[in-house]
């Protein structure tokens, strides 16, 4: 018995993995469709906008099939029809993190938006007057403010997307979720690893929340708080 529960472990490093390496792909598609949904450019804000709308609205199922067996089959059928006998075996770690970088990233970018929307706008154009670039100015100006806002709707999305990384165990990637269904499989005892594997979960949550509250903190200093 010790040896699934050591095994569902080394599976918990993988989930921790894959939830982090979601997160950042999720963070700079956020920042990039907010940037687009605000830029005032016609086909930028209607890319960053369908971006969010489709994404948010197709289920996390459906898309981490749809990328891992779907993309999978175009690109390879692709090549056939290009005369190549090359066959691309897709990564289910590269495919997972993709994937779920990519929906959460829709929720990002809504979250990075209306946080952008909640400062002052002659904040930006005071810098902008003084001969701050556009970079130097979001990096100055906009990105300190932001965080503060940003932080409860990013605390939210980075828990629902560390529960979500659960998917992942559907194609075939040996995550916690995965090898604690094997365990109850061969053990024909499913709430025992389950459960255990429910536990290894609500502890990385309360570990984020902990940490997202004292960063909320910190940003939000000489302010009024906003409860996470």
């Not at 570990?207 to 997202?212: E, F």
């Amino acid at each position: 018995m010790s040896d699934y529960y050591y095994s569902i472990l080394q599976g918990a490093l993988l989930t921790v993995g894959v939830s982090l390496a979601s997160l950042l792909v999720a963070t700079v598609l956020g920042l990039l469709g907010a940037t687009a949904k605000l830029s005032g450019k016609r086909p930028l804000v209607w890319l960053g906008t369908f971006y969010s709308t489709v994404v948010r609205g197709i289920p996390e199922l459906v898309l981490m099939l749809l990328v891992f067996y779907g993309a999978a089959i175009g690109i390879n059928s692709f090549f056939e029809s290009m005369g190549s006998d090359y066959t691309l075996d897709l990564n289910p770690f590269v495919a997972g993190v993709c994937t779920l970088g990519f929906i959460y990233g829709a929720y990002m970018t809504e979250t990075f938006r209306a946080a952008i929307l909640s400062i002052p706008k002659g904040q930006m154009e005071a810098a902008w007057a003084f001969g701050m670039s556009p970079l130097r100015t979001f990096w100055r100006i906009t990105l300190p403010q932001m965080v503060r806002y940003a932080l409860p709707g990013y605390t939210n999305n980075w828990l629902v997307l560390i529960k979500a990384t659960a998917l992942v165990s559907l194609i075939g990637l040996h995550d916690m979720t995965y090898l604690a269904k094997q365990a109850s499989a061969a053990t024909r005892q499913p709430f025992v690893f389950l459960l255990f594997a429910a536990g290894l979960y609500l502890i990385f949550t309360s570990a984020s929340l902990w940490v997202l509250k004292r960063l909320n903190a910190r940003y939000s200093l000489g302010t009024d708080k906003v409860q996470l």
